[in-house]
Nanobody, 113 residues
Framework: QLQASGGGLVQPGGSLRLSCAAP????????MGWYRQAPGKQREFVAA???????YYAESGKGRFTISRDNAKNTVYLQMNSLKPEDTAVYYC?????????WGQGTQVTVSS
């Protein structure tokens, strides 16, 4: 099961590092991505990592977010800097592109002063 962690309450301009542990059967053969869902909105793509060198970002996070993966730990990370109130959402990880892999537990990120 995919399990995200590392969220919390942070002031605007602050930073958080999210982690997501995935089963090896999923992690080892898939590109991984981060997604988020804000209250009242649809879940949206945030970032993806195909390999250590190939990454993709939504426009909203370019220059502020960095995705990385640790293949030895079956874990994907999202470093988020210069956070804005509009980044407030529940963040999830899943495969990229999305396929029939169940969503796991997300982690709440709240950016507020």
């Amino acid at each position: 099961q995919l399990q995200a962690s590392g969220g919390g309450l942070v002031q605007p301009g602050g930073s958080l590092r999210l982690s997501c542990a995935a089963p090896g059967s999923i992690f080892k053969i898939n590109a991984m991505g981060w997604y988020r869902q804000a209250p009242g909105k649809q879940r949206e793509f945030v970032a993806a990592i195909i390999s250590g060198d190939i990454t993709y970002y939504a426009e909203s996070g370019k220059g502020r977010f960095t995705i990385s993966r640790d293949n030895a730990k079956n874990t994907v990370y999202l470093q988020m800097n210069s956070l804005k109130p509009e980044d407030t959402a529940v963040y999830y990880c899943n495969v990229y592109p999305l396929r029939n892999v169940a969503w796991g537990q997300g982690t709440q990120v709240t950016v507020s002063s």
